[in-house]
């Protein structure tokens, strides 16, 4: 019942079933639409995802980096790198789920900043996750519809971390050094040997994503781990992201066969550059996932569809699954106050949203 609850209250998913259910009085979705490899590979995905979770891999780190530190910039910097570093591995969502709740205990026993290192943690999530095919969702869709090769996805990625990174320093510089105690390492039993059994099969994952393998299999072998470690890790998993990702094959399918739809978004989606600024503009108000399969439908610039997709995960609140976690999180487990947060957050988030813009844009044009 609390898995079904999830589903019915996700607010993406019902606005997708509301579009969809209207696309189809317009036409029928034609099955051949429907994208099973991304379907299957967002699957997989999600379980080697909440297999990590449950081993709480992350929380063991988080506590390892932070009990070497003995100021608040340096505990911002050690969180903020290990929000992207998790973001590449374990996707945005869980990074933020994890890593937000493990500062704010900290911050509050200590009377630390809560609101600015927050904001870094969440941004930092959605760099990294940019960086990988897996790390958004989003990604694995755009390797599948373009059939992008690893190397040509990483030549992609690679230059837009690495700036990110170097700006993202340039915010640390005005994080105060305030000294702190230093901090406890609690002790977290880990298997380490289930540990190397579920990077075995990501290792796995990552040949399924590129059809190097069948997906298929590797979405069997994790579902089979799950199941043995504990059935109950497959109640956590994000059904309401795959029955997205299925509704939005279908609502484009439907649109697809519908000659002044088609006509219009071709129109929105003509070149490189408009292709780029179509998906950060439609990311802000239907979020990146989405936008991504419905721009994705309708353009071959391959490249400005990734650099918009993942930077339109920045600004609004909805841009980003990851975005409206933190904000859940901050609210659920900060103690200060929460319009405060969400102001200084928005501005934040925003400002990131025209640097980055401003980034991928030269990305484009120089060809880097």
Not at 56 to 81: E, G, M, P, Q
Not at 185 to 206: H, P
Not at 239 to 264: C, E, H, K, M, R
Request: net charge positive; with cysteine; hydrophobic share 55%.
């Amino acid at each position: 019942m609390t898995v079904l609850k999830n589903i019915a209250k996700d607010r993406i998913l019902q606005i997708t079933v509301i579009i969809t259910v209207v696309s189809l009085f317009f036409a029928r979705p034609r099955f051949a639409d429907i994208n099973f490899h991304t379907l299957w590979s967002v699957a997989a995905m999600l379980t080697i995802i909440q297999i990590y979770a449950y081993l709480h891999v992350l929380d063991v780190l988080a506590y390892k980096l932070t009990s070497i530190a003995d100021n608040t910039r340096k505990l911002n910097i050690l969180f903020t790198l290990l929000a992207v570093l998790a973001g590449m591995f374990l996707g945005n969502d869980i990074t933020a789920l994890t890593l937000i709740p493990l500062y704010l205990n900290i911050a509050k026993r200590y009377k630390l900043p809560q609101i600015l290192p927050v904001t870094l943690i969440g941004m930092g999530a959605n760099i990294g996750a940019a960086f990988t095919p897996w790390g958004n969702p989003h990604n694995i869709f755009l390797v599948s519809r373009f059939d992008v090769s690893p190397l040509l996805f990483f030549k992609w990625s690679v230059p837009y971390l690495l700036i990110s990174c170097v700006l993202m320093c340039v915010v640390f510089l005005f994080v105060p050094k305030k000294e702190i105690p230093a901090q406890k390492t609690e002790m977290i039993n880990v298997s380490w040997r289930l540990t190397i059994i579920t990077t075995v099969v990501f290792i796995f994952f990552f040949f399924g994503v590129f059809r190097i393998v069948n997906i298929i299999w590797p979405l069997i072998v994790a579902v089979v781990l799950a199941l043995a470690i504990n059935p109950r890790i497959m109640l956590k998993i994000d059904y309401a992201l795959l029955l997205t990702f299925t509704g939005f094959f279908i609502f484009i399918s439907d649109i697809q066969q519908i000659p002044a739809i088609v006509n219009l978004i071709h129109g929105t989606v003509h070149s490189e550059i408009s292709t780029y600024f179509a998906s950060i503009i439609t990311s802000q108000v239907m979020s990146n996932v989405p936008s991504t399969i419905l721009v994705g439908k309708f353009t071959n610039y391959a490249q400005a569809l990734f650099l918009g997709s993942n930077i339109g995960g920045f600004g609004s609140a909805i841009g980003s699954m990851a975005n409206m976690l933190v904000l859940k999180t901050f609210n659920q487990h900060a103690s200060v106050s929460r319009k405060k947060f969400f102001i200084q957050w928005t501005i934040m988030q925003f400002a990131g949203l025209i640097i980055l813009t401003i980034v991928g844009l030269g990305l484009l044009i120089f060809r880097i």
